[in-house]
């Protein structure tokens, strides 16, 4: 797999596993239309990084765009393909839901159709533990039923696990959805809680706890995701020969299609998380306790037993760690 298309490259997950394989000597081409649903400027950044490779080439517009998308699939002839662009966030699909259909569906058709018309030997993309939705039996696992979303944003991810299951059984195409676990770290998005949290901790304002603090989350620090992913670009998923419609397995198939979840398989209490980011700053926060958001879930934890045993990784960075070496990035980054 030496020629990778990483599709919302210049996002935040996107950066961070192009840079690996950039490192590890594969060639990819990044496609990224720097929208902006959060600062455009922190995806320049990141683009910039990426720029300083010999092997990464930039593709600047929307996956949306099907005539572009079959275009560069034609000329590219990519051996595999990550899709990690999406209109991402669980709250803001309360406000914007057909920016959700625009990318998350009819973007992902076009990878899928991009992937058809043009062998590409293995499909990764993006899921969320958000498929999980009103499930409650911890830690989650691939292999229980997750057919009861609360967001619109879920429901997008779990759209694409069946339409790539579709594509599996038609095509033969060999797909892996990779459902991650609350991803923080180094490069992170502003609008998730580390980078909020930090923001206004050190601005003095307000941090606002969901739920009255009743939160738990397997929070999973982003090398960790990317070394999974990176890991399981080589690893082609196959048939499961035991798989039976009588009894069928939420997580394999009869054809070349798998799930795993990345998570740190470690939950933690959001009062905890907020403990260690206030150690790290040397600053306390001042906490506005809310009730609990729509879409929104308690809990999520994440059962990786497929994937310690299939490709031979757990991660198991500590928050301590992690969030640690978060805020030595936001304060060089930021100059503070």
Known sequence: MHKILVTGAAGFIGHNLSKRLLAAGRTVVGLDNLNDYYDPNLKKARLAELLAFPGFRHAYFDMADRDKMARLFAEE???????LAAQA??????????????????????VLEGCRHNKVKHLLYASSSSVYGANTAMPFSVHDNVDHPVSLYAASKKANELMAHSYSHLYGMPCTGLRFFTVYGPWGRPDMALFLFTKAILEGKP??????GDMERDFTYIDDIVEGVFRLIDHLPVPNPAWSGDAPDSATSYCPWRLYNIGNNDKQKLLHYIDVLEDCLGKKA???YMPMQ????RATYANVDDLVREIGFKPQTSIEEG???FVTWYRSYYGQ
């Open 207 to 212: 941090v606002n706890i969901f739920n009255n």
């Open 286 to 288: 001042i906490r506005n």
């Open 77 to 83: 002839q990519f051996d595999a393909v990550v899709n």
């Open 89 to 110: 966030g669980v709250r803001y699909s309360l406000i914007n839901p057909h920016s959700y259909v625009d990318t998350n569906i009819v973007g992902f058709l076009n």
């Open 323 to 325: 969030i640690s070496r």
């Open 294 to 297: 729509a879409g929104d879930v």
